[in-house]
């Protein structure tokens, strides 16, 4: 099982290109996979980065706890594009999400998962509340129909970071039809006092929540 840490932080509109080429430089002249990384994913929303960091093994028991050899300087190449999120930031390990759920089906992992990232707004100590209803719902036969391979729930602040991992192909099949579901209807009717879009404004549908990959790396050996 792939072991996920999420970061968060604000940026700047547009400058994607710009911080998803730091980052492609260092991934290919340093070697993340020596500290434990095998994967990589920056996201955007909004005005949002989400960092996806992808590791063999929890990094509280394999004590490879950097992302990058050269951590330092990327910080310095993106600070004037990707800025702390939190309103109590003091350190970078502020910048990391909380996990506070996660549901795993029993049996073989998919060989072939895609993964989503879904974004929104939460509701301060609510955390619990969430986590119960998709425990309830994940206990049902939900997650089944719609190929679901994991999922890993995360809060920062008044940020929600949703990891939805579907098989593939049971994904696309299923990617425009979320709303005729009775179930996943009343899944979101229980959300609504605790999960809100991120930008009311632009909320149009469940769509408006995904994030944009705009880089991906993935370690070769």
């Known amino acids: 099982m792939v072991f996920r840490n999420v ?13 998803g080429d730091v ?3 260092y991934d290919k002249t340093t070697r993340p996979q020596d500290l434990g990384v095998i994967g990589r994913i920056l996201l955007s929303h909004e005005d949002l980065y989400i960092h996806v960091i992808e590791r063999e093994q ?10 990058l050899p050269a951590f330092q300087k990327i910080a310095e190449a993106i600070a004037p594009y990707v800025t702390p999120y939190p309103r109590y930031w003091k350190n970078p390990s502020d910048s990391v999400a ?16 895609t993964l989503t990232v879904i974004i929104g707004r939460i509701k301060p100590g609510a955390e619990a509340d969430v ?20 999922r890993w ?13 579907q098989d593939a192909a049971i994904a696309e099949a299923t990617r425009n039809n979320h709303d005729d579901k009775p179930v996943f209807a009343k899944i979101m009717e229980e959300l609504s006092p605790y999960i ?4 009311p404004d632009a909320w149009h549908g469940p769509q408006d929540a995904v994030a944009n990959v705009f880089y991906r790396w993935r370690a070769e050996d």
């Open 7 to 19: 970061i968060v932080c604000h940026m700047v509109p547009g400058s994607e290109n710009i911080v």
């Open 131 to 150: 986590a119960r209803i998709f425990a309830e719902s994940d206990a049902g036969s939900l997650p089944a129909e719609l190929g679901v391979t994991g």
């Open 98 to 113: 909380k996990e506070f759920y996660r549901w795993l089906p029993e049996g073989e992992a998919s060989a072939d998962p």
């Open 196 to 199: 809100s879009p991120y930008n």
């Open 153 to 165: 729930l995360y809060s920062i602040d008044d940020v929600y970071v949703h990891l939805l991992e």
């Open 23 to 25: 980052f492609g430089y």
């Open 58 to 67: 929890d990094p509280k028991v394999s004590g490879q706890t950097r992302g």
